[in-house]
């Protein structure tokens, strides 16, 4: 069944860029997501870095030669004030990779851009919020410029999805959008008063509940083994505690 998609203005959910966006990119998952639409395996680095002329609102490593790269977010209009901020911070830290992350993008000259492309390889990404019907709130990156012959170079297969009944129930370019798909999820049903941190919770009951939020996605369900890495990732990152067990054949996990 084919779902309308709703678009969320960004504004309602990060109200402040530095404070609000910076730190949710800044995560590893959302990163990761980041990294994926792009082809590099980002590793968080430092987060309002400061430079001569300003703050870089995101430095990260390239993991596959750990050169630098350089995030730019800008949840609103593309504009030469934040142009120009690129081209100062590129100077200062000499990446090899710059992203410039927008909500809309309007074309620049050509000339303008080659400024740029001349310094650095250049990806400008466009974010959008979406919700289809009654479900979450989901992030998409669209890469609306990227450098001439690119070729990505990253498989979130590895490492993580790597049971082999399963291993092909993402594509490459999504494994990253199910991770944070399941951030998002959790955070919210816990916050629903659904059950307390602490709580012994039915395996059975937590992965249908999962699922169901992937059915409102249209997203493939996913095995259970891979539910239990997404839920022991998500505690790892958060710093919470992960138990489980089995009692009259029935398996119960406890989260924090």
Known sequence: ?????????????????????????YEKHNLNYLGSEVGIELIPFK????????????????????????????????????????????????????????NEWKSFHKNTIRIIEDLTKLFVVKIDLIRIEKSFIGVKFTTIIEPENWKKNINYHVGFFNDEKHKN??????????????????????????????????????????????HSLNFSHTS????????????????????NKKSGGIEYYKIG
């Open 1 to 25: 069944m084919v779902k309308h998609v709703e678009y969320i203005r960004i504004r309602d959910v990060w109200k402040n860029e530095a404070s609000d966006f910076n730190k949710w990119l």
């Open 169 to 214: 129930d993402f594509s490459t370019s999504i494994v990253s959008n199910f991770i944070v798909q399941f951030n998002i999820w959790f955070e919210n049903f816990s916050s629903m008063g659904t059950f307390k941190r602490g709580d012994w919770l039915r395996k059975k009951e937590l992965f249908a509940e999962w699922n169901k939020h992937l």
């Open 224 to 243: 259970s083994v891979t539910f239990y890495k997404l839920l022991k990732s998500y505690c790892q990152d958060k710093n919470v505690s992960f138990l």
């Open 47 to 102: 987060i309002e870095k400061k430079v001569n002329k300003g703050r870089i609102d995101i430095l990260a490593i390239d993991k596959s030669d750990d050169s630098f790269v350089l995030i730019e977010n800008q949840i609103g209009k593309a504009d030469h004030q934040h142009y120009g901020k690129i081209i100062d911070y590129i100077h200062s830290v000499k990446p090899k990779v710059t992203i410039w992350i927008v």
